[in-house]
């Protein structure tokens, strides 16, 4: 309602959707609520600003959030001040629920936090040639400067300068100049192994899942480099495992083979290794666990959330364990500066459960990504903005 009442966009919509606030009684009638689709914050279709509640001159605003432009077509959301501590603390709550640190050593003295990924403010940087909007900021750099609340991590993305010397005498660019920091990763886990068993810490490793298969499958493997550490944690997020992410491209990643390398070059257990899955368009993050059963990462709604998997072709929600569709997520949290408490994203996800997880227990429905949606007519989000 406060949406309707706050912007004239999305009040049209709902009179246009013939939707009645009294109709929603249960959690079922969620799927009543008019819906904005991923593809309609993208910047190409040009509605971003109109589906702001609040004006960009509100001491409130805080930043546009951009996307990893994987396609070429970033999205673009506003954020307020609220919205990025709500943001901030929904990170920080998948952390400590799914990466299987005690908690009391989710902190910088007692964890090495290792990050595959640039620092937060390269990352700003890199947002800045994305789109000319300002004030902005990466969605990633955003979740990156959170996890600096609770650790400290190492960020492993290095300027090399002689590297930097080679690309721009053969190249004229230094994209070629940036590497991973290996030798930093290698002097630190050796350090720590080195110390008596009850003065070593837990070591943390999280970021680009591109970045960390190269690390694991190029450099440790051709270095025939293998560690010890059933202790250790794995992380990933952001997705990439089509082989497409941000402006790269490389071959597929197999999860199951992922989880396999991580097993076998770090030493961890398949249990300490975790993926991290959201989208720009809202302020939920989602946390999961590894499942031997399914040979995938389940991933868990949160209670400040809820999901609907809504049919490809119809866009009905379906309730059915076991169907496959698009998913939708809803919240009237973090939602301040933006419409954005109900967004279908073109995701294909299964529904693995409902209101608890089967495997951890966890409150909640539970869901597998099977992967997105593109380049089929009538069915991407893509063409689903058409349809608003």
């Known amino acids: 309602m406060e949406s309707i009442e706050s912007n004239s966009f999305y009040k049209e919509f709902a009179i246009k959707e013939k939707f009645n606030m009294d109709d929603v009684n249960q959690m079922d009638d969620l799927a009543l609520i008019p819906f904005i689709t991923a593809a309609t914050f993208k910047e190409s279709a040009g509605m971003f600003k109109k589906l702001l509640?609040?004006?960009?001159?509100s001491p409130e605003f805080k930043t546009w959030n951009v996307s990893s432009c994987t396609t070429g077509d970033p999205s673009l959301v506003g954020r307020s001040l609220d919205d990025i501590e709500f943001l901030a603390s929904m990170t920080i709550k998948c952390i400590y629920e799914f990466i299987p640190i005690p908690m009391e050593e989710h902190n910088q003295y007692e964890t090495i936090s290792m990050n595959f990924a640039p620092n937060v403010t390269f990352l700003n940087r890199i947002a800045l040639r994305y789109t000319d909007l300002r004030p902005v900021k990466l969605y990633t750099s955003t979740l990156n400067e959170i996890t600096t609340?609770?650790?400290?991590?190492?960020?492993?993305?290095?300027?090399?300068?002689?590297?930097?010397?080679?690309e721009i005498i053969k190249r004229r660019s230094l994209v070629g100049a940036f590497g991973i920091n290996a030798k930093h990763v290698i002097k630190t886990i050796n350090k720590n192994s080195s110390k008596p068993a009850d003065k070593q810490k837990n070591i943390s490793i999280g970021g680009s899942l591109q970045l960390l298969n190269t690390f694991m499958n190029k450099y440790l493997k051709e270095a025939d480099i293998k560690f010890d550490l059933p202790n250790s944690y794995i992380t990933t997020g952001g997705g990439g495992w089509s082989g497409h992410k941000s402006q790269l491209k490389y071959p597929p990643i197999e999860k199951t083979q992922f989880v396999s390398d991580c097993i076998e070059f770090f030493g961890t257990k398949f249990e300490n290794i975790t993926d991290m899955y959201g989208f720009t368009e809202t302020p939920i993050v989602f946390g999961s666990h590894w499942s031997d059963k399914y040979k995938e990462f389940i991933f868990h709604c949160p209670p400040q959330a809820r999901i609907i998997i809504r049919d490809m072709n119809t866009l009905d929600p379906l309730r059915n364990v076991g169907d496959k569709g698009f998913l939708e997520v809803l919240t009237p949290?973090?939602?301040?500066?933006?419409?954005?408490?109900?967004?279908?994203?073109?995701?294909?996800?299964?529904?693995?459960?409902?209101?608890?997880c089967h495997e951890c227990d966890y409150e909640g429905d539970t869901f597998i990504v099977k992967g997105r949606i593109e380049d089929k007519e009538g069915l991407g989000c893509s063409s689903l903005v058409e349809w608003i």
Request: no cysteine; proline share 4%; aromatic share 12%.
């Open 149 to 166: 609340k609770i650790t400290k991590p190492k960020y492993l993305i290095k300027f090399f300068i002689f590297k930097a010397f080679k």
């Open 333 to 356: 949290f973090g939602v301040a500066a933006s419409v954005n408490h109900a967004v279908l994203v073109d995701d294909l996800v299964e529904l693995v459960s409902k209101n608890k």
């Open 53 to 57: 509640k609040i004006p960009l001159e």
